[in-house]
C-alpha cells in the first residue's frame, strides 16, 4: 500500500470533493458540479468536457502539514478560477506566456481516449513524443494556474504546432538560467521546483553542459524533480533511483521510466541486469507503466461496451522470480476471444480447453512470439502500446514457440 493510499478511501475523497465545491462556488464559479466518484472528479452538469480533477491536489493535500491544507486548497480553487478567465484569442497575447510541459505519454493519450468516450472524437492536446513514453505539449501559464492547449486552440489562433513550441522553449529557456543543485557526487537535482523541471530535459544543451560518466540519463519522478547522471556511474545510477523512489510519493508524479541522451535525442535506458540498481529501476518502471495500462484498460474497456463490440481488453501484470528476484511483466493471450494485448516481457497461451492444470499452453518472451506468429499480433496506434490478437496459434505454432524455449 502506498503511502496516501490508507488516506484514498471513498467517504475520505468525497468530503474532500465536497470541499473543493463549496470553495469553487463561494469563488463565484457560476456552473453546477457533480462528483464522479469512480474517476475522483467535479463535472458540471451543463457541460462535460468541463472537468474539476481532484487526484493530484488531494495527494498534495494530504503531504502538508495539517496548518497548510487550507493554504493549498485555497490555491488550487483560485488556480481554478484565474484558469476559467480564458485562454486569449490572439496568439500574440498568448505567447509570452506559453511554456513547455513535460508529462507522461498517457496523459495526453487517456484524455484523447476519455473524450472519445463521451462523443468528442475531434478533441486533443498536441504534443510531441519524448523518449517514448513521454510527451511534451504546450501550457499557458498564469501566477496561479496553468490551461493545457489543445488542437482546436492553436487552430483559432492560426499556428502550428512546431511553431508555438518553438515560442514555449525560448521562454522556458529565459527562466532556466539557475540550473541544477548537486545531490551527490556526479548526481544532480534540478532546483527551480516550479512545476517545470521535466521540462528542463527539452533543453538539451543545458542537460550535456554537466559532466558525467557516460551518456547523460535523466529521471522525471514528478513535476517539481529531475534526476540527473551518467549511464557508466554505478553509484551515481543507485542514488539516482533512491531519490526517484521518494519522489514518486510526492504529489503530481509523471513516470520513472530513465531516459538518456544520444547524439542529441533522447532513448528509453535501464542500466544493465547486473548492477545493483536494475532492479529498482525495473520495480518502478512496472509501477508506471501497470498504473497506465489499468487507466488505459477501463476507458477501452468502456468504448467498447458502448460501440457493442466483442473485445477483452487485457490487463498488464507483473511477477517476480523467487529464485533470481528478476521482475518480469506479463499478459495472458486466450483462445477464443479477440484480445487486446499490452507490451509486455511475457505472453502467457491461455486455452480454456486443455485439461485441468494445462491450460497454460506455454509462455515465451514477447520476442519469441513475434517471431514465430508475429502475423497475428496487430498493432494499433495507441499509448501504452497495444497488439489486437483475433485469434489463436495453431497447435503447430505453440509448439514452435515451445521449442525455442518456453518460459514456466
Same mark, same amino acid.
Given at each position: ?19 473543493? &465545491? ?17 474517476r475522483f472528479r467535479l463535472v458540471s452538469e451543463g457541460d462535460e468536457s468541463l472537468q474539476v480533477n481532484l487526484a493530484n491536489t488531494y495527494r498534495e493535500y494530504l503531504a502538508a502539514p495539517s496548518a497548510e491544507r487550507q493554504s493549498i486548497l485555497s490555491r488550487f480553487i483560485r488556480s481554478w478560477i484565474e484558469g476559467r478567465k480564458g485562454i486569449p484569442d490572439e496568439f500574440e497575447d498568448a505567447a509570452y506566456d506559453l511554456l513547455p510541459g513535460v508529462r507522461s505519454r498517457s496523459t495526453y493519450e487517456l484524455v484523447k481516449l476519455q473524450m472519445e468516450s463521451q462523443g468528442e472524437t475531434g478533441f486533443h492536446w498536441p504534443y510531441r513524443v519524448v523518449a517514448a513514453h513521454y510527451g511534451a505539449g504546450l501550457? $499557458? ?11 482546436? *486552440? ?45 521540462? #528542463? ?6 542537460? &550535456? ?44 508524479? +509523471?513516470?520513472?521510466?530513465?531516459? #538518456? ?21 525495473? *520495480? ?11 487507466? !488505459? ?18 490487463? $498488464? ?16 493471450? &486466450? ?12 505472453? $502467457? ?8 492444470? !494445462? ?30 490478437? #483475433? ?5 503447430? *505454432?505453440?509448439?514452435? +514457440? ?7
Amino acid at each position: 500500500m502506498g503511502l496516501f493510499d490508507r488516506f484514498m478511501t471513498p467517504m475520505r475523497r468525497q468530503k474532500f470533493a465536497r470541499l473543493v &465545491a463549496a470553495g469553487l462556488r463561494k469563488a463565484g464559479e457560476p456552473l453546477e458540479l457533480r462528483y464522479d466518484p469512480a474517476r475522483f472528479r467535479l463535472v458540471s452538469e451543463g457541460d462535460e468536457s468541463l472537468q474539476v480533477n481532484l487526484a493530484n491536489t488531494y495527494r498534495e493535500y494530504l503531504a502538508a502539514p495539517s496548518a497548510e491544507r487550507q493554504s493549498i486548497l485555497s490555491r488550487f480553487i483560485r488556480s481554478w478560477i484565474e484558469g476559467r478567465k480564458g485562454i486569449p484569442d490572439e496568439f500574440e497575447d498568448a505567447a509570452y506566456d506559453l511554456l513547455p510541459g513535460v508529462r507522461s505519454r498517457s496523459t495526453y493519450e487517456l484524455v484523447k481516449l476519455q473524450m472519445e468516450s463521451q462523443g468528442e472524437t475531434g478533441f486533443h492536446w498536441p504534443y510531441r513524443v519524448v523518449a517514448a513514453h513521454y510527451g511534451a505539449g504546450l501550457v $499557458y501559464d498564469l501566477p496561479h494556474a496553468m490551461s493545457q492547449i489543445s488542437g482546436q *486552440q492553436l487552430t483559432r489562433w492560426g499556428v502550428d504546432f512546431d511553431e508555438a513550441m518553438d515560442v514555449a522553449l525560448d521562454n522556458l529557456r529565459k527562466i532556466s538560467e539557475q540550473g541544477f543543485a548537486r545531490l551527490a557526487p556526479g548526481v544532480w537535482r534540478s532546483a527551480w521546483r516550479d512545476n517545470y523541471d521535466p521540462s #528542463r530535459l527539452l533543453l538539451v544543451d543545458l542537460i &550535456a553542459a554537466y559532466e558525467v560518466d557516460g551518456d547523460p540519463v535523466v529521471m522525471v519522478p514528478n513535476r517539481d524533480t529531475l534526476l540527473l547522471t551518467g549511464s557508466e556511474d554505478e553509484v551515481g545510477l543507485g542514488i539516482m533511483a533512491a531519490a526517484a523512489e521518494e519522489a514518486t510519493q510526492q504529489p503530481r508524479p +509523471i513516470h520513472t521510466m530513465p531516459i #538518456r541522451l544520444e547524439f542529441g535525442s533522447w532513448t528509453p535506458f535501464l542500466p544493465p541486469k547486473e548492477l545493483p540498481a536494475y532492479l529498482r529501476f525495473k *520495480q518502478m518502471l512496472i509501477n508506471s507503466l501497470g498504473q497506465d495500462y489499468q487507466e !488505459q484498460r477501463a476507458l477501452l474497456t468502456t468504448n467498447h461496451q458502448k460501440q457493442s463490440e466483442d473485445v477483452f481488453v487485457a490487463s $498488464y501484470s507483473a511477477m517476480r522470480n523467487t529464485r533470481t528476484g528478476e521482475l518480469a511483466s506479463y499478459c495472458m493471450w &486466450a483462445k477464443g476471444l479477440d484480445g487486446l494485448l499490452p507490451r509486455t516481457d511475457l505472453i $502467457y497461451f491461455f486455452d480454456p480447453g486443455r485439461p485441468d492444470g !494445462q491450460k497454460v499452453a506455454t509462455s515465451a518472451s514477447w520476442e519469441r512470439v513475434e517471431e514465430i506468429v508475429g502475423d497475428l499480433l496487430e498493432p494499433l496506434d495507441i499509448y501504452p502500446e497495444r497488439h489486437r490478437a #483475433r485469434c489463436f496459434p495453431t497447435e503447430e *505454432q505453440i509448439e514452435a +514457440i515451445k521449442a525455442g524455449g518456453g518460459l514456466p
